[in-house]
């Protein structure tokens, strides 16, 4: 039997989608027809939403409504409070607690897909917002129907109002990366609703694939990267010469340096500059010469890369400035990939419910290279 098995299904074309375009070689990433960057500079995430699920955008009376009905499903039932209390008392990481809670939502809404997207969308941030305050041991600050999802989340997160810079960065955040493609956590969601399973379980499952190191776990060692460089330097010793150090010794132990390398980008990563020019323009309030230290690291990383894999074209990737933004906005790093997770869940359940406009169900072949002729 012949096969063109393809590790990691590289190049394979596996679903057709009206959400997102990703142009590797030229950059690019346009979302339900909008450039990412034009959408991160206008939208608020809840129009994001209803771009991604309506294909175009809601009117002022729409946007209102759907906003209401989103801060209507954000307070969380006891039962998924305590699951979240017990994880976090067994100190389980926070993907783990996201995933635990956001699967209790199966037990707060039935009224079919759609439904169960709406609520996934509004409980996600006050999971991870209640998880953030019960692992301070501080109380949870309940959600506030009359701020917008970003100012919301900020607010029940630190229990204070958040400064206008702080709601538009974290939105040009959640905007950058509310859908990618078929990326591996979103074809983990379409491969659990092409099933004709529920909502609650594909969302559930692409939170289990977003945790990966590989995908949605790499800002927060890109801004350990960064710290241990600055905490490197030897009296004396600049940015520059603490972060060749230590790159060319993380390269040369066989690591890989977390924020670079794409499978689809060879050029750099669109989104890297959305967020770069955001992450520039909260740190311009209270400049402490971090940001220009973190893009001095980032340059090296670059010449590093080239020197160590020649040819590869090994850019920086959005998880680099998805760091260093939102460690500016004031959100520790254990954070990071559940806040990811917020934002791709716009993705997922749009994802998932054009999948079933006319759906078929995933099941490719496996090539088998195990042994043969066995008698037991
Ligand atoms: N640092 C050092 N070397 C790298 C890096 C890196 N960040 N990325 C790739 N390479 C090397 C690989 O070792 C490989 O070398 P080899 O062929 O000699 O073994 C070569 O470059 C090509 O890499 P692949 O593994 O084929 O790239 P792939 O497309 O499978 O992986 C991935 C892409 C997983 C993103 C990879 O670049 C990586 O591990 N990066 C670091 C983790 C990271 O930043 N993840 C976030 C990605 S963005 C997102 O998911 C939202």
Redesign the pocket.
Known sequence: MTSDYKP?L?GVVAARTRLSRVDGEAGELTIAGYPVDDLARHASFEEAVYLLWHDRRPSAEELADFTADLAKRRALPSITLSVINEATRRESGAMDVLRMASSTMSLSTCDGRADQARTLIAAIPTIVAAYARMVDGKPIVEPDPTLGHAANFLTMLTGSSPSDAQVRALDAYLLT?CD?GL??STFAARVIIATESDMVSAVTGAIGALKG???????G??LDMVFEILDARTEGESVGAAADRVIRA??EAG??????????YKVR?PRADVLGEAARKLYAVDDTGFYEAATEIEAIALRL?EE??PG?R?QT????Y?ALLLHGIGIPSTLFTPI?AMARAAGWTAHCLEQLEANRIYRPQSEYVGAMGRRW
Request: charged share 20%; proline share 8%.
């Open positions: 990691g590289e990366v990618h990326n591996a190191p590989l995908h949605g776990g790499a800002p060692p890109a993380t390269l690591e890989r340096l977390m924020g670079f390398g794409h499978r689809i990563d890369l160590h894999k590869r090994l990737n959005v998880e680099f998805t990811f």
